[in-house]
């Protein structure tokens, strides 16, 4: 059986659950304390685009497993991400009717909230395509990405015909002006961060694989360097942050040997994380302002606390909320007969 829990990959989603949760945390104290922080040039929330990649390469591993079984394929991976998205989804809806003045850039719009539970993008009213759980976006990626995998593999060759349907999407939108909010985000380039990390899990199926601590390190540099002097530049975002995003997976794909690394809990703990880290930002950033004075002191003290908050809410979801959910919902394999 091919392992998917890599070492290397578990620490890359703690490193991307961090760099988002950093970014917005960063973005929030700049916004209140009125002052620029030092750190707020690097791209935090580009973790997402890290997160894509790893995604394709997961996907890739799990889906080598259940090939033309596309059915139970999607089934799994709906298992995986929806329920605990459902929850926080319902808890912010929660907030908005009883909070209404507690949820930031966010307002009670009925269709807004059924397409956020059908995962079907929606044009709020300033513009932005989001649904009511506005991070949850990066989940409407990843669905239509596992509705396409799922699609191709009852096919011959599905990778090779998952890549052609995702190109052809995209070359599609940049052509065609569409007008539907669906059509224009299904359409967007980013889709094609899930296709870099096809190309390292075929690599790594191969046994394209060379574990060395140095040049991990080394394409890991290289790749966060990319991605901070990428990130100012017109490049569009799938070459500007999906490039780099990639060389930082392959660092710990390819390249990071097989052996327990510390913060793999963290790895584990990255979806939950990336879910609730918004209410603990929030939650904090109402009690927290009152009482800091508005200096550089004051904005560090708030993204250290609110980090260190977020960070054990995530940790507690995934213990107390996510782990127990998984083991209801995933069946158990039937013990073979002695």
Known sequence: ?????????????????LMVLIGHVMAEAEHYFGLPLPGDAVP?????????????????LSAGRLMGQPGTFLWRR???VVPLYFLFTTLMVAVLIVLPGGAKDTSLDPAQILSSYSFIPYERSDGRIAPVLSLGWTLNYEIFFYALAAL????????????????SITTLGAFI????????????PIILEFL?????????QRGWQWPHWGGAVTLMAI????LIAL???????????????????????????????????????SYALYLSHRFALRAATLLLLPLLPASLFGAAIYVISVCALALAVGLLTHVWIERPMMRTLTPRPKALPA
């Open 196 to 204: 870099m990390g096809i190309g390292l899990a075929r690599l790594w």
């Open 1 to 17: 059986m091919i392992p998917v829990r890599l070492p290397g990959l578990q620490v890359l989603r703690a490193f991307a659950a």
């Open 231 to 269: 990130d100012p530049t017109p490049l569009p975002r799938f070459i500007a942050a999906g490039v780099p995003a990639a060389l930082i997976v392959a660092s710990g794909t390819l390249l990071c040997p097989q052996r327990h690394l510390p913060g793999q809990i963290w790895g584990d703990a």
């Open 78 to 80: 709906l298992v995986r």
């Open 223 to 226: 790749g966060a360097g990319l």
């Open 177 to 188: 002006p569409w007008t539907s909010a669906p059509l224009v985000f299904w359409s967007d």
């Open 152 to 167: 191709c593999l009852s096919l011959p060759r599905p990778f090779l015909a998952l890549t052609a349907l995702m190109c």
């Open 44 to 60: 935090w929330t580009r973790g997402v685009d890290i997160f894509f990649v790893i995604s394709g390469f997961v996907i890739t």
